[in-house]
């Protein structure tokens, strides 16, 4: 049985770019994961995401793990960039977009033009 936190370190390390949020992209459950899925998804890449309220270990232990009490969490190849304030924030001084881009890039196998 994989721990709690071997789930979260696996989760961060197998998805470069990672929300984990209360809800989904498509249908958040509060007003700060709706925000940064929208700064997200602007961004125009593929993300993952995690629902917390699906996950109540997760959502218990990730605050923990990350030393940041709230959610959602962005986390991009490794690193937490911060909750909603944090994401937006980024977006709009331009600087989630490339960040968020060269980690897509990095998934991503190179393709043919």
């Known amino acids: ?3 709690t936190i071997e789930k979260i370190e696996q989760q961060i390390a197998s998805n470069p ?3 984990y949020m209360k809800g989904s992209p498509k249908l958040p459950s ?3 994961s709706a925000q940064a899925v929208q700064a997200l998804s602007a961004c125009g890449e593929r993300f993952a995401y995690v629902d917390i309220l699906q996950n109540p270990d997760i959502r218990a232990e990730l605050p923990k793990y990350a030393n940041w009490p709230t959610f959602p969490q962005l986390w991009v ?3 937490l960039i911060g909750g909603c304030d944090i994401i937006v924030e980024m ?3 331009g600087e989630l977009q490339p960040l968020i881009k060269q980690a897509a890039e ?3 196998p190179a393709s043919e033009e």
Request: charged residues 20%.
């Open 1 to 3: 049985m994989m721990t």
């Open 17 to 19: 770019i990672l929300l």
């Open 30 to 32: 509060c007003g700060f």
């Open 77 to 79: 190849e490794g690193e």
């Open 91 to 93: 977006y709009q001084r």
């Open 106 to 108: 990095k998934q991503q």
